[in-house]
Structures are given as structure tokens and as C-alpha cells.
């Protein structure tokens, strides 16, 4: 149950996306008339995955602070890349009427990579300091 007690953040964050990914009328937080962005919600499923995968990047090394072993951590990150594709085939069966879509499933596997290259720069530079 210790261990757990570290991905309290990723837990938190991965219900938070699972309840807004799942809703018929996704929130308006900012309306569309307003910004005159195209594209948006892609900038959303973006930066969702991207502090999904940084805190989970960030519980992991609180977990395995001695640990140096990365492919658990890519092997979390691509989990969390398969559930965003899962959560694009269930707004398409289930939610109505939204629709899946595979560029958000893309915004969502980008935010993802952005954080491997940062974790992976970084363990790079603290061997180097070494």
C-alpha cells in the first residue's frame, strides 16, 4: 500500500481525464469564439497527457529513487498512451455524440513523447554530472 501511496498524483489525474474524456458534453472551459483557435481540444488532449505522464514520470522517480531502470517508465508511458487510444474508441461507442477521433489520440501520444525526451534528457545529463 506504501508504494500506491506514490502514484496518489497519477491516480488523481488519470481520474480526472477518464471522467472529462467520458462525458457526452465535454466543459467549455474557455468558449471557441473566443480564442478562435482552430483545433483546441487537440491542444487540450496535448497538455492533459502531458501532466498525466509528467506526474506519473515524477511518482515514478519518487518510487525508484536508487532505480535507474527506465523501461518500467516507458513501459508506464506507453500504457498511458493506450488508454488514451481506448478512451477515443469509447467516446466513439459510448458517448454520443462525440465521436473518436485518432489527431487527438495523436495530441495525446505527443504529450507523452515530449516527456520521454525530457526524462530521457535528463537521466542523460545526470550521468554525464557524474
Request: aromatic share 10%.
Amino acid at each position: 500500500m506504501r508504494r500506491a501511496a506514490h502514484y496518489i498524483p497519477t491516480m488523481l489525474v488519470a481520474v480526472l481525464i477518464t471522467c472529462m474524456s467520458l462525458l457526452r458534453e465535454p466543459p467549455e472551459i474557455v468558449p471557441d469564439k473566443l480564442l478562435h483557435i482552430r483545433h483546441i481540444d487537440k491542444y487540450v488532449h496535448f497538455v492533459m497527457y502531458l501532466c498525466w505522464s509528467v506526474c506519473f514520470a515524477l511518482d515514478y522517480s519518487r518510487d525508484h529513487k536508487k532505480k535507474e531502470n527506465i523501461r518500467f517508465l516507458v513501459l508506464g508511458l506507453v500504457c498511458i498512451a493506450l488508454y488514451g487510444g481506448l478512451m477515443e474508441l469509447l467516446q466513439q461507442a459510448f458517448c454520443a455524440p462525440r465521436t473518436g477521433d485518432w489527431l487527438d489520440f495523436a495530441a495525446d501520444v505527443l504529450g507523452l513523447l515530449i516527456t520521454l525526451t525530457l526524462v530521457l534528457y535528463k537521466l542523460k545529463r545526470s550521468r554525464y554530472a557524474r
